[in-house]
């Protein structure tokens, strides 16, 4: 039988908590999936930088008492997905699955600290749920430095109604943007839009949080609180559903923009190959040839990850050269927390737009103007933009007129 121990590595742990929220989460019938992945700063020998494994809700609660402190596959950091798999057969040590996700139990919400127009403290988030009117079903501590992650486990009788693509994330996560408190500048602090709940990842309860750094301390991904009790469905969508229209129609106003911009940019290149080639060319640049001179600063992490502040903030901004967690490749995709317009991306973060290296750089230096890139590229020195330059015969269309409206 394989144990939990075998992937869980060395933990300080707190079955109860486990059990208490995997109870609450999941239904009986469950089959869990989880993610066992090297922690940053791990001393020991670890084995493979992650592995997946499914567990029964049953099995996970019957052998996961095993876990002791010191194992030798090392510190690792134990995540589960928030949507059960379809099938356990198709979980294997290198992945999870493609497509093997169930439909949701609940609703979430991942609320920051440390970073630009976040909570200034754990106590600020807790004390800001306790005045929501709908309680979580249970609130979860991420260490001593992390943020909480809340979760509302919706009514089992009302989750026919909530998929992956039922649009009730999209929905919450609007109202609680609406209900954020004001930091001290009297801005309103930014609830993270993580509206894809299929393939999502949290900490697991009850595990060890080993910190990015090594000068931080380890915690634990402990329960802070909850009503560990069913929400019904209808309650989300009544107090709600108000926020979620104003939220879909400006929602659609800033992808209507975006439609425009990116159709302006189709028509600057005589064929789809072109555009692909000149996006993977300026993707292939370093995001410290972009940002920095800007003045954009950077702290490179243990994990191999890049946290930026923008100019004019002493706080994180936003986080480059992550593992996305599907593959483990390296994104080139920017993760936006700042929600300040002196990024010059917010709109594009609304809109829903990837903030590839390509869409940063178009932005940040030439207003989104395909013309002026282009010509940067081809008549500029080596050590322009990094030093890529296009092909003479990179042809642009020369019909092309870019258009702003």
Not at 19 to 42: H, M, Q, T, Y
Not at 159 to 187: F, I, K
Not at 361 to 385: A, G, H, V
Request: charged share 25%; hydrophobic share 35%.
């Amino acid at each position: 039988m394989v144990r939990f121990s075998d992937y869980a590595g060395e933990q300080v742990h707190k079955h109860s908590d486990l059990e208490k929220f995997i109870r609450a989460w999941f239904k009986p019938d469950d089959e869990i999936v989880l993610g066992a992945f090297r922690a940053p700063n791990s001393t020991l020998a670890d084995g493979k930088p992650r592995e997946w494994i499914a567990f029964s809700v049953a099995d996970l609660l019957a052998n996961s008492g095993d876990i002791y402190e010191v194992n030798s596959t090392g510190r690792r950091d134990m995540y589960f997905r928030f949507t059960p798999a379809k099938s356990s057969k198709l979980v294997t040590p290198t992945s999870p699955g493609k497509d093997n996700t169930g439909n949701p139990r609940g609703l979430w919400a991942d609320l920051d600290i440390g970073k630009e127009n976040a909570f200034d403290s754990q106590q600020q988030i807790l004390d800001w749920l306790a005045t929501l009117p709908v309680q979580p079903t249970a609130i979860v501590r991420n260490g001593v430095s992390g943020g909480i992650h809340a979760y509302w486990r919706i009514l089992d009788a009302d989750l026919h109604r909530l998929t992956n693509d039922s649009g009730h994330m999209q929905m919450w996560w609007a109202y609680l943007q609406e209900q954020a408190p004001l930091n001290q500048h009297g801005e309103r602090i930014t609830i993270d839009r993580l509206t894809d709940i299929g393939t999502r990842l949290a900490r697991l309860p009850g595990m060890t949080y080993w910190p990015k750094t090594a000068d931080a301390k380890n915690g634990s991904v402990s329960l802070a609180g909850g009503t560990f009790e069913q929400v019904p469905l209808d309650a989300i969508e009544t107090i709600a559903g108000q926020a979620f229209s104003s939220y879909k129609t400006a929602c659609e106003e800033s992808r209507s923009s975006a439609r425009r911009v990116s159709k302006s940019i189709d028509r600057a290149f005589t064929s789809p190959l072109q555009r692909l080639l000149l996006e993977e060319r300026i993707n292939s640049m370093d995001w410290g040839e972009i940002l920095r001179p800007l003045g954009w600063k950077s702290r490179d992490t243990s994990s191999g990850t890049r946290e930026w502040t923008r100019p004019g903030s002493t706080q994180k901004s936003a986080t480059t050269d992550y593992e996305r967690p599907e593959d483990g490749q390296i994104s080139v995709v920017m993760s936006l927390y700042s929600s300040s317009e002196d990024t010059g991306l917010l709109d594009l973060k609304q809109s829903g737009q990837p903030l590839t290296k390509f869409r940063v750089l178009l932005r940040l230096y030439f207003n989104d103007d395909i013309t002026k890139l282009l010509q940067e590229f081809k008549n500029k020195s080596s050590t322009s933009l990094g030093g890529f330059m296009l092909d003479r015969n990179f042809k642009q269309n020369e019909s092309y007129e870019p258009r702003t409206t």
